[in-house]
């Protein structure tokens, strides 16, 4: 959901509760945007409980009008191109002013792996393209060590906007971007997912684990087979990480030609 519809949307509802009690009456005048209460709408006078603010109250109404307030159009977007196209003036969270470009994704859209990484950094927020600086090379090198070509597989990050001084992605950063890489993978329907780092695996299986725990296991997400090993930039910093992410790398190929078989 769009932070500022959102933002006006409890706006909107506390006023009504201050003025009106518990009780919401939903109106062709309650109009936000045209387009996301379309449908919503035609519903008008239809009355509401609302013991609850904010998005409680936005929850009920979709459920009970069964329609959705918040379709965003990205949603519907049916090939990858069509997604970029979207979503890539995206202005949901702060990185949106202060990126140079918007990065995406870079690869095969019809991808039996995607790579996921954290954020872009410096050279990939100029450039628009995950992975095209330091880590990037390194990564490319990984892939070729088990005779895949970046070109072969799908690169993307959870964030798709810088963050200043490439700090660590922050929660709400997270929340709001996800469901354009849930929507990608949904788009590219890959049979196995690497994550590259702590972070990258634990935001997209929703869990907090150390990256041992989550190297030593094969997750899923929606069906989809997901394995972690070391970021590329860590191995930078710590190059006898490289034998671990070596067998990593090798159990994750090995996987993938399974896969593949099947
Ligand atoms: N690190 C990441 O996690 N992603 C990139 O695209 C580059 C560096």
Redesign the pocket.
Known sequence: MNNDVKKLLIEALVDQQEIFGDELFVKKTFDVNPNQFKTAVDASSTKYNANEQSLKVAERIETETGSSLFNEDFMNAGTIAELNSQICECQKCALGKTRTKF?FGVGNPNAHAMLI?????AD?DLQGE??V?R??KLLNEILKAVNLKREEVYIA?ILKCRPPGNRDPQSNEMETCTPYLHKQIDLIKPKIILC??RV?ANSLLNKKLSLTDLRNNIYEFNGIKVMATY?P?ALLRNPHWKRGCWEDVQKFKKLYDELLEN
């Open positions: 990065v990484g954290e954020a872009p950094g990939e995950p992975f600086g880590a990037g990050n590259l780092g990258a970021h930039a």
